[in-house]
């Protein structure tokens, strides 16, 4: 019924969260998404800006895919449903209240060959042992990069994670006002890694999309 009521007007619930704040699942035009306070989080734009990035890759040469911030799991969705991939998906996230969302709102837990971590992504890239062939880092605290996944620390480690000539996404921020973080990480990897840089995506975000050398 919440479906069919919201091509006439937009049905909303609110569910507060600690680390995000007040974050919003809206049923509108027959399709649910998830929001923060000033950001799509999934199943909006945020997809599209994805399905964007992982059109400009070779996804049927990637097996194993660890996505650092889940979200509503939209970017999953895409990958299982849009570009068929099958291998295995490793899905972090530090809040817990967005892990219920996507399990409860979005049923992401009916996608196969799919592991979901609650866990800080610092954590985990700092301590995994295990490489993978694309790694797609989307991590946002509403309408905000946190600063640490700029560093050369974590990047660094990230890098150090990805198979030769496997990729690299990253929705690297909103609105941003000058690239100097952005220009800085692709000199500094230079050696390793070959960016491509698209701004304005869906409008407004900066995407980099790299392959490992």
């Known amino acids: 019924m919440s479906k069919i009521i919201s091509y006439v007007w937009p049905i909303t619930k609110e569910i507060k969260s600690t680390i995000n704040g007040t974050l919003e699942v809206t049923w ?8 923060s306070q000033n950001a799509n989080y999934s199943y909006g734009t945020l997809q599209k800006l994805l399905h964007y990035g992982l059109t400009k890759i070779n996804i049927s040469s990637t097996s194993d895919i660890l996505l650092l911030g889940l979200g509503g799991g939209s970017v999953i969705s895409s990958l299982r449903n849009t570009f068929e991939h ?4 490793t899905a972090l ?6 892990i219920d969302i996507a399990i409860d709102e979005f049923k992401i837990k009916n996608l196969n060959n799919l592991e979901i971590i609650c866990e800080d992504a610092l954590s985990y890239i700092h301590n995994c042992n295990k490489k993978f062939d694309l790694i797609i880092v989307d991590i946002f605290i509403d309408n905000k990069v946190p600063e ?8 660094k480690q990230t890098l150090s994670l990805v198979n030769k000539e496997g990729y690299v996404i990253f929705n690297a921020g909103i609105n941003l006002k000058n690239n100097t973080k952005v220009d800085t990480l692709i000199s500094t990897f230079k050696t390793q890694i070959t960016f491509d840089q698209y701004n304005k995506v869906q409008g407004a975000n900066t995407l980099l999309i790299g392959k490992i050398l």
């Open 148 to 155: 640490p996944f700029y560093t050369h620390t974590f990047w």
């Open 86 to 89: 099958k291998g295995k998906i």
């Open 93 to 98: 996230e530090i809040d817990q209240v967005v």
């Open 28 to 35: 509108m035009n027959g399709k649910k998404v998830l929001d």
